[in-house]
């Protein structure tokens, strides 16, 4: 007597699923996110440090 094995229903699966697509941030960009926001408040800061600067020698 023979059995008979079923044969596997293939179920499609987009490309992006597929792919292994991951949630967790890559450690590339945390460093260039921490840059950004160093440079951000570098540009904000600066300024206003200068002008405290340049009206106390006057």
Known sequence: MA???PVPIAIPIS???NAG???IPSPALAV???FL???ALL???LPSLLMKFVS???
Do not use: P, R, W
């Open 32 to 34: 260039i996110g921490g």
């Open 43 to 45: 540009l904000i800061v």
């Open 21 to 23: 697509a991951s949630f």
């Open 56 to 58: 106390a020698e006057i």
């Open 37 to 39: 926001i160093a440079l």
């Open 3 to 5: 059995t008979s094995v």
């Open 15 to 17: 490309d992006c699923a």
